[in-house]
């Protein structure tokens, strides 16, 4: 698998020290990899560091052929049923804000500056976790750093994501922790959470334009 570093990043150190390594591995997995080859880096792509207001952090792409496509939670447009947990977040959506996007495609939050970034970019086909040791979250946890400079949202769901807090550095942020969205867990402290109209109120709160969750 060749994967090229996306322009607006390429000066974390993790594309010099740790990319190449981890495309070897890729190259000799024997399993489909998902998402495909050009969407691996479709997140960062989308956002460059100065454009991300907010950023929501996920675990790792799906691993149903055909669902994921390079942002945390977000799935192709064309994609029915929801996975369990994006279902989730829509209900939570719908509790919050009275509504909730009408397919699960989730770019459209790219667009205002919302950084939907999983700390494991890729995945093989049907084994969830199967690449969480590859290396991957080194780049989550340079991108935090880099996200730390001036204020940001930083909206951490699960345990898994809590676990990198630490690289959250500065002052001014707003941080978000709660349970998954999962159905393990959506019921111990997701649903009533309220992140998106709190991270509006944040954003409203410092002068910016809130995000518009659901598509116009």
Do not use: C
Not at 81 to 86: N, T, V
Not at 116 to 144: K, S
């Amino acid at each position: 698998m060749r994967l090229s570093p996306p322009q607006a990043w390429a000066h974390l150190p993790f594309f010099a020290r740790d990319l190449p390594a981890i495309a070897a591995r890729l190259a000799a997995e024997t399993r489909p990899v998902l998402p495909p080859e050009h969407q691996v880096f479709a997140a960062l792509e989308a956002v460059a560091p100065e454009e991300v207001r907010v950023l929501i952090l996920g675990q790792d792409p799906y691993p149903t052929p055909g669902h994921a496509h390079g942002h945390a939670f977000s799935v192709a447009p064309h994609v029915r049923p929801l996975p369990r947990s994006l279902s989730n977040i829509f209900k939570e959506m719908q509790a919050d804000l009275g509504a909730s996007p009408e397919d699960g495609d989730l770019r459209h939050w790219a667009d205002q500056g919302v950084l939907l970034l999983n700390t494991a970019l890729t995945v093989p086909a049907g084994d969830a976790g199967g690449h969480a040791r590859l290396g991957w979250a080194r780049l989550a946890q340079e991108v935090i750093g880099e996200l730390s400079l001036s204020p940001r949202a930083f909206v951490l769901w699960g345990g898994h994501a809590q676990r990198f807090r630490p690289f959250i550095n500065g002052a001014g942020h707003l941080i978000l922790e709660s349970a998954h969205p999962s159905p393990l867990s959506a019921r111990r402290g997701f649903f009533g959470s309220r992140p998106f109209s709190r991270v509006n109120d944040w954003l409203k709160a410092r002068g910016e334009t809130e995000i518009s969750w659901m598509r116009t």
